[in-house]
């Protein structure tokens, strides 16, 4: 059974930085790509947005919005996927959740994924505020 588990989350001063975690059962991580997302306050489904990906091979896939504060990486010591986010921005204020549609490549969702049919955790908020 597929089951990833997001935790790290909190309230956090712009400027500052959070580590997320994804922990990881049912399937091999390193076999197959896993992103994170997030969810905007007020925003539906279709709007979330895809943050990172670490993918198979290759390096990982991270939007310009956040390229340069956040690093995806796997611990495969204690089987999950983290993401560091640093230099955080009120706008980087969501639910952040993770998840695979079990593909080896990334990203997720610019490809034509659908991570509402793969598989993803309940996610753990994220709110940058003073």
């Known amino acids: 059974q597929v089951q990833l588990v997001e935790s790290g989350g909190g309230l956090v001063q712009p400027g500052g930085s959070l580590r997320l975690s994804c922990a990881i059962s049912g399937f091999d991580m390193d076999r197959y790509a896993i992103s994170w997302f997030r969810q905007a306050p007020g925003k539906d489904r279709q709007d979330v947005q895809e943050v990172s990906c670490i993918p198979r091979m290759t390096d990982p896939y991270y939007p310009d919005s956040v390229r340069g504060r956040f690093a995806i990486y796997r611990d495969k010591a204690n089987n999950t996927v983290n993401l560091q986010m640093n230099r955080l921005k009120p706008e980087d204020t969501a639910l952040y959740f993770c998840?695979?549609?079990?593909?080896?490549?990334?990203?997720?969702?610019?490809?034509?994924?659908?991570?509402?049919?793969?598989?993803y955790g309940q996610g753990t908020q994220v709110t940058v505020s003073s």
């Open positions: 998840g695979t549609i079990l593909r080896f490549s990334c990203p997720i969702l610019a490809a034509g994924g659908d991570i509402w049919k793969g598989s």
